[in-house]
């Protein structure tokens, strides 16, 4: 008879219960589990940027200027979803690996632990921002647009514990393979955020600061609902105990191995849009910026299935480095680069047709309407890399759920540090191509970027599958 250990008999005990229908499939077909996982994400994600497209609408109707002022807070946004999504992805890597090798206490404490850490965050990004908003957004060239952005950024600064729970929870909740759950949170959100939005900016008359009071409320009932599952229904698969609680270095280090490396790889984001914005401002106007960040938001619900994709990739291969099965991590990601190659290629095709009609939706107002060709040239020029996307996004979500935080980051920053930034300087610069050489640059950047990762990645799963078992790759984290 075969003899299982404690840890074992408790994760088949928990097994049985109705929760854990997500660690059953995470544990089978990996194909099957890409799509399972993915679609409510993809749904989720559709949902989420469709309401930032709205509340981009509804700003625009106060003019160009409201426009490029959340142009210009939106790289300090996106820190706030990086720090956030980074610990989400690293926690979520981490109780997946766990869940992959039977360990359900080790799975409980590194949801404890993550929980713990972005509290901390919170406080450390909050205060800061908070206090000199007005000097930062001075310093990074908002000029007759700062008192808009400081509206806007502080209310978004003094509600950020809603949105790094909101997207730690969520991961947590991925993470165990409850993507439905997760998606019915943000679904509910952003369909809340799209009603109130109208009423916040102009019944209420709060302005550009209204558009981000909705944002927070709506994120705070999506907060609610993940917090009541997790913390009082207490229904879900990791389950928390605050008590006696102690730092544990190698939970720390398991959590920041992937936590570190992936917020860094948005933070890089955020860095790299604001030297975008620098430059736009220079070789353009506000007006540049007003369209960079207008379109770069059609830009991402268009990548917005392939975040989902992405979500489902992290849990799907990190239980499969868990339970070291390469062969049904390999297949998961190249499975999921097929299909995200498919659907890019369709919204590149959408998004360059219907352009103009997509412009004309964020230029209705007269105070707008002087940037739709702009828009519209922009929207043409960016769909191109959308295909390309699916390679480095994909390819960057297995090396988080094996463990290998730093080889994404670095192949990351090669693309938004280095690539993008280069050579959208370079065309709008020193072959005096503008403001249309920026937005060359960005697609230049971002396929040269992704191309470098998944031959990485290629690399990486052809070596350990000839190494075997014994190479460990989740534990190395380089």
């Known amino acids: 008879m075969e003899l299982k250990t404690a840890a074992d008999s408790n994760f088949s005990e928990s097994e049985e219960s ?3 229908k997500g660690i059953r499939i995470l544990e089978g077909d990996p194909k099957k589990a890409i799509i399972k996982l993915a679609v409510p994400m993809i749904v989720a ?5 469709l309401y930032q497209l709205i509340d981009t609408f509804w700003v625009s109707g106060l003019g160009a200027d409201a426009l490029a002022a959340m142009g210009f807070v939106f790289p300090f946004y996106f820190i706030s979803m990086a720090l956030s999504n980074g610990l989400g992805i690293g926690g979520g890597a981490a109780i997946s690996r766990k869940i992959g090798a039977r360990d359900k206490a080790g799975a409980d404490n590194v949801a404890v632990h993550t929980i713990i850490i972005m509290m901390l965050l919170v406080l450390i990004f909050t205060i800061p921002f908070y206090v000199f908003a007005p000097h930062i957004f001075s310093l990074v060239g908002a000029g007759k647009t700062t008192d808009l952005a400081v509206a806007y950024a502080r209310v978004i600064f003094l509600g950020s514990i809603v949105i790094f729970f909101t997207n730690v929870a969520n991961s947590i909740l991925r993470s165990e393979g409850d993507s439905k759950r997760a998606m019915y949170a943000m679904v509910l959100g952003a369909a809340l955020n799209i009603v109130i939005d109208p009423i916040f900016i102009y019944t209420f008359k709060m302005g550009i600061a209204g558009a981000a009071w909705a944002t927070l409320l709506s994120l705070a009932v999506s907060s609610a609902m993940m917090l009541n599952w997790l913390f009082f229904k207490k229904d879900t698969f990791v389950s928390f105990d605050f008590k006696d609680f102690s730092f544990e270095k190698s939970i720390i280090n398991d959590i920041f191995r992937i936590s570190v490396p992936a917020s860094a790889q948005q933070l890089s984001m955020s860095l790299s849009m604001l030297v975008l914005n620098l430059i736009i401002v220079n070789v353009s106007s506000t007006d540049g910026v007003a369209v960079y960040s207008t379109g770069w938001r059609v830009a991402t619900i268009a990548i917005a299935p392939l975040v989902g994709i992405a979500t489902a990739v992290v849990s799907v291969s990190g239980a499969a480095f868990g339970a070291k099965d390469f062969e049904k991590a390999k297949t998961a990601h190249t499975y999921a680069v097929k299909v995200g190659l498919l659907i890019e290629g369709g919204v590149a095709a959408f998004t360059f047709i219907f352009a103009p009609q997509i412009a004309a939706v964020f230029t209705q107002t007269e105070e707008a309407a002087h940037i739709a060709p702009d828009l519209i040239q922009f929207l043409r020029i960016i769909c191109i890399f959308y295909p390309t996307v699916s390679l480095g996004m994909l390819s960057t979500s297995l090396f988080q759920g094996a ?4 080889s994404a980051l670095t192949a990351n920053l090669l693309r938004t540090i280095v ?3 280069l050579f959208a300087a370079f065309f709008a610069f020193n072959l ?6 920026a937005w060359w640059g960005i697609v ?3 396929a040269i970027g992704a191309g470098v990762v998944y031959v990485w990645v290629k690399l990486y799963l052809s070596t350990i599958l000839k190494t075997g078992p014994l190479h460990k790759p989740f534990e190395q984290g380089i």
């Open 444 to 446: 230049a950047g971002n």
């Open 403 to 406: 463990g290998k935080g730093f």
């Open 432 to 437: 005096n191509m503008g403001q249309v050489g």
């Open 45 to 49: 994600m559709s949902v989420q940027t």
């Open 18 to 20: 109705p929760e854990t």
């Open 419 to 421: 690539f993008t930034p």
